[in-house]
């Protein structure tokens, strides 16, 4: 019980009122005390079971010109492993400090389990709201099969329904192309439910390359998958386009796995092909699948 009261009150429970001043006595006095310590980057090593995948580069470069600027102001929570520190809590701001080029990193260190770490790990980052979908979903699954809760317990322990914990892990059960549209924004939570009321991966992924390719809301998603069931679809393509060029059009958005538009001259039979892109981290994953064999 008393576990399950510390993780709820969050990460303020793990900073004791000692926790604002430097600790004397290096890591293991500041072990004892609970009180902050600097500890050396290169003693400290990424948590294998961090829920969070996706950093976004704009917010982590202004993150590290803060640190450049003022230091890190919030410590970061390390356990001790063997050959150093993993990191519980606060790999964002390890990051950035990597990147400032700091030698040390205040830290508070805590001894802790491997399930604790992942436990807290995964809290931290749903209180911050940094996951996106996927990476909450992929962490609860963890949770459930590492540690072995069921999902009314998982659910207890970071403050959800049960009904919640459940729709964000059906949509693991989403082909790899949806769920990589999840993580860059291209599809929202409401378009995969809505995706996963079909059985087929093939219903499924043509049915993603129209939601990507004409900006289906999730209503028209939900309205396609119903009569997809019925097996009555009314399919809408755009009037301009003869249906070879739409099956161009979608083949290219499922492989791509973003918004493609085919527009041919009115004369010549030429044209030209133009791609959605996110950010600078899609692009080169554009490119990458560019590359690749269109199947």
């Known amino acids: 019980m008393n576990k399950r009261r510390t993780l709820g009150r969050g990460l303020a429970s793990l900073i004791p009122d000692a926790a604002g001043a430097e600790m004397e006595g290096g890591p293991r006095a500041a072990l004892a005390a609970g009180a902050v310590v600097h500890i050396p980057i290169d003693e400290i090593r990424a948590n294998p079971f961090q829920p969070r995948r996706h950093f976004a580069e704009e917010p982590l470069a202004e993150l590290v010109a803060s640190i450049k600027e003022k230091g890190v102001i919030q410590p970061i929570l390390l356990r001790p492993v063997d050959g150093g520190y993993e990191i519980v809590a606060g ?3 390890y990051r950035a400090s990597c990147k400032a ?5 205040p830290s508070i260190v805590r001894r802790m389990g491997t399930t604790e770490s992942l436990e807290l790990a995964l809290i931290e980052n749903l209180q911050r709201e940094d996951l996106n979908a996927v990476e909450e979903a992929e962490a609860y699954k963890q949770l459930i099969e590492d540690v072995g809760y069921t999902q009314e317990e998982l659910a207890g322990k970071v403050g959800k329904d049960r009904s919640t914990v459940a729709n964000m892990l059906r949509l693991l059960k989403l082909p790899e192309v949806a769920l990589d549209g999840l993580v860059r924004g291209a599809l929202t939570m409401g378009h995969g439910r809505a995706l996963l009321g079909l059985k087929d991966e093939e219903l499924i992924l043509g049915l993603y390359a129209r939601v990507v390719n004409e900006s289906l809301s999730v209503r028209q998603t939900e309205e396609e998958v119903r009569q997809l069931q019925e097996g009555r679809r009314t399919r809408k393509t755009i009037k301009e386009l ?12 499922r492989h791509l796995g973003t918004r493609v538009q085919v527009k041919p001259r009115a004369r010549g039979g030429g044209g030209k092909i ?4 996110y950010n600078s981290q899609d692009l080169d994953r554009l490119l990458g699948r560019l590359e690749s064999p269109l199947l």
């Open 91 to 93: 790999e964002r701001r």
């Open 101 to 105: 080029g700091l030698r040390t990193i």
């Open 242 to 253: 003869p249906d070879g060029l739409v099956n161009v059009q979608d083949r290219l958005a």
């Open 274 to 277: 133009v791609l959605d892109y």
